[in-house]
């Protein structure tokens, strides 16, 4: 078994312990690879760092509710707003770094879903085609998939993208996780039936349901599943050997038992 996995699985199995609620009253949330948190609130965006010293707010941004929200590189995290087709781009403070772009003008006009990539990349879901589409920051395209509906011989419906390491992970509620290489070639389908957004550790893919954390491993054979310390309806997310959701009240964090002793 690998040894990165077996470390992972080691962190998760230890007794978590309550540690506090971070009071919210965020609709959502999400935590980068730093640990910043990210409460997403209707209009607003407020990014609290991994140690709860330095609060940044978004100023006013007049596009709508938050729909989207990728914090893969944490000093560009960016919002797309796919009712109206655009991307802001913000910096770590949270200040909008130049005009929206509108993706209508730059020639993309049935994106659906949009997604970080190295380089300060993006990786583009293009329905019209069933294509993703990997553009530079001034969003030329870099390659493309090709239509994966033909592909794949599917009908395919993401719900979440995400690039980690040297892979891309596409997420669709019917048909698993579909995994791609940074090139946008396909590698393979994994059978992971989640409502809830992925999390990769490692190249270890962790989901989650109401009441237990899945680990596949590297081997994408090899799963483990835990129990979580409560049950819950939204995101979770592991970091640091601390487990984070969203309750009634606020943001619950659980630390690891183990790190408390020592």
């Not at 914090?71 to 910096?91: M, Q, R």
């Not at 020639?107 to 993006?122: I, K, L, N, P, T």
């Not at 009441?211 to 491993?217: F, K, Y």
Request: hydrophobic fraction near 40%; charge should be negative.
């Amino acid at each position: 078994m690998n040894t990165l996995f077996i470390y992972i699985l080691f962190l998760l199995i230890q007794t978590f312990t309550f540690e506090k609620t971070i009071p919210t009253k965020a609709s959502d949330f999400m935590l980068d690879e730093l640990g910043n948190i990210y409460f997403i609130q209707n209009t607003s965006l407020e990014r609290l760092n991994a140690v709860g010293t330095t609060t940044f707010r978004t100023s006013e941004l007049n596009f709508g509710n938050i729909e989207h929200l990728d914090v893969t590189n944490p000093l560009k995290p960016f919002i797309y707003y796919k009712d109206i087709n655009k991307l802001v781009v913000l910096d770590n403070t949270l200040s909008q770094q130049g005009e929206a772009v509108d993706m209508f003008c730059s020639g993309y006009e049935q994106v659906e879903m949009v997604a970080g990539s190295r380089g300060d990349a993006f990786w583009l879901w293009d329905s019209r085609n069933s294509e993703l589409i990997r553009v530079d920051q001034n969003f030329k395209k870099l390659t493309s998939t090709g239509n994966l509906s033909v592909l794949l011989s599917k009908e395919i419906h993401p719900a979440q993208l995400l690039e980690r390491g040297d892979q891309l992970y596409m997420r669709d509620t019917l048909n698993g996780v579909f995994v791609f290489d940074v090139y946008g070639t396909y590698r393979t389908t994994l059978a992971i039936q989640t409502q809830q957004d992925i999390q990769v550790l490692n190249n270890t893919i962790v989901y989650h349901d109401t009441r237990e954390m899945h680990l596949l491993s590297t081997d994408w054979i090899t799963e483990e599943t835990i129990a979580l310390p409560e049950t819950t309806s939204g995101r979770v997310f592991f970091f640091n050997q601390k487990l984070y959701f969203q309750t009634k009240s606020g943001l619950a964090v659980w630390k690891n038992a183990e790190t408390i002793r020592n």
